[in-house]
């Protein structure tokens, strides 16, 4: 039986998993976005969520912190000087994993791990769709002309022309 097992191994001992983990990390905060397996990509949101989330506090202390972690100071710098600029406000769920498919060499189920605030596609979509909000009510017909707004019809719209 398995509980209170949340970790996935991976097939590899503690060691290596750890510095697997940290590789893919920075990996994932230099390129903002990284093709791996789809085991990979689920252990990888758990171990830099929280790095993601230290980050937000510029301090010296998270900064040897996430560094005890990464063990790599480019990825560090990035991510305090870069990316939690881009986070600040958000409140959780910094990653976006996407199923990519399978590898063709061994049939792996792949995916693509990203960090939510860095994919420029989906940034413009929901800045340009900030227009009028949908209802399902329905609403007054507007007036097309003023010539109908005299023959009679007297509708809110018409008496505010």
Do not use: C
């Amino acid at each position: 039986m398995r509980h209170g097992k949340k970790d996935n191994h991976l097939g590899r001992k503690e060691s290596h998993r750890y510095a697997l983990m940290s590789n893919l990390a920075v990996s994932l905060i230099t390129h903002k976005r990284i093709f791996t397996t789809v085991a990979k990509a689920k252990a990888l949101r758990t171990f830099v969520e929280p790095l993601l989330t230290k980050s937000k506090t510029d301090s010296t202390h998270s900064r040897r912190v996430v560094f005890s972690y990464l063990q790599n100071k480019e990825a560090v710098s990035e991510l305090f000087r870069e990316v939690s600029q881009k986070i600040a406000d958000r409140p959780g769920g910094y990653t976006r994993i996407i199923k990519v498919g399978n590898r063709p060499g061994d049939a792996a189920e792949m995916a693509m791990i990203e960090l939510v605030d860095f994919n420029d596609n989906l940034v413009k979509e929901k800045s340009s769709k900030k227009g009028a909000k949908n209802t399902r009510r329905s609403r007054a017909k507007k007036v097309s002309s003023k010539a109908d707004a005299s023959s009679g019809d007297t509708t809110e719209e018409a008496a505010a022309e």
